[in-house]
């Protein structure tokens, strides 16, 4: 089966950059969206088709998909960061979400 | 405003069955690809099951069998009917609005979810 391999977290200290990756062969191939979660709430769509941001997402959200890995780059962390992301691609009519990666914001 | 608001979700027995709804409002649900998605308690995110605008419908291993998709146009309304329900279902089940014209793309709307407890 398909899978998308993330890191279980990620620590940034404020102000700095986080890089969550994405990983599987040749994931540069397929179009990655990411989501971003906040405990009880729904996921939210923070990057589109590997590198675009919808409307209202910050310009310090960024993505990018090369190779074996995506990865969402969050500049400038903020504690209101701090959430679970997760990957997605799809597969054939198959949908796949990576594990999942805790951003923590120290 | 475009919204997702879901519903009938529950305690119920291992065994049994349950459907789930998702209202849509601000957009047609015929118009576009569906999914729902579920997560366990402290899990992570896993699909279930998706109907193209066309209305082919795809399910995940796990479920194949014994899920069913499907849609009301006029109500604009998308379900989820659980059949043999068990324990390892237990989730907060999302249904979610795929935003791309021709589907398999990325999802720009999602429910509030809704509990489901599988559990004697």
């Known amino acids: 089966s398909y899978e998308l391999t993330q890191p279980l977290s990620v620590s940034v200290a404020l102000g700095q950059t986080a890089r969550i990756t994405c990983g599987r062969k040749?994931?540069?191939?397929?179009?990655v969206h990411w989501y971003q979660q906040k405990p009880g709430q729904a996921p939210m769509l923070v990057i589109y088709r590997d590198s675009n941001r919808p409307s209202g997402i910050p310009e310090r959200f960024s993505g990018s998909n090369s190779g074996n890995t995506a990865t969402l780059t969050i500049s400038r962390a903020q504690a209101g960061d701090e959430a679970d992301y997760y990957c997605?691609?799809?597969?054939?009519?198959?949908?796949?979400f990576g594990g999942g990666t805790k951003l923590i914001v120290l | 405003e475009m919204q997702l608001v879901e519903s009938g979700g529950g305690l119920i027995q291992p065994g049994g069955s349950l459907r789930l709804a998702c209202a849509a409002s601000g957009f047609t649900v015929s118009s576009n690809y569906m999914i729902w998605v579920r997560q366990a308690p402290g899990k992570g995110l896993a699909w279930v099951s998706v109907?193209?605008?066309?209305?082919?419908?795809y399910y995940a291993d796990s479920v194949k069998g014994r899920f069913t998709i499907s849609r009301d146009n006029f109500k604009n309304t998308l379900y989820l009917q659980m059949n043999s329900l068990r324990a390892e279902d237990t989730a907060v089940y999302f249904c979610?609005?795929?935003?791309?014209?021709?589907?398999?793309?990325?999802?720009?709307?999602w429910g509030q979810g809704t509990m489901v407890t599988v559990s004697s």
């Open positions: 109907v193209y605008s066309g209305g082919s419908a």
């Open positions: 979610a609005r795929d935003w791309g014209p021709d589907g398999l793309d990325a999802f720009d709307i």
């Open positions: 997605q691609v799809w597969d054939s009519s198959t949908l796949v």
């Open positions: 040749n994931i540069g191939s397929k179009n």
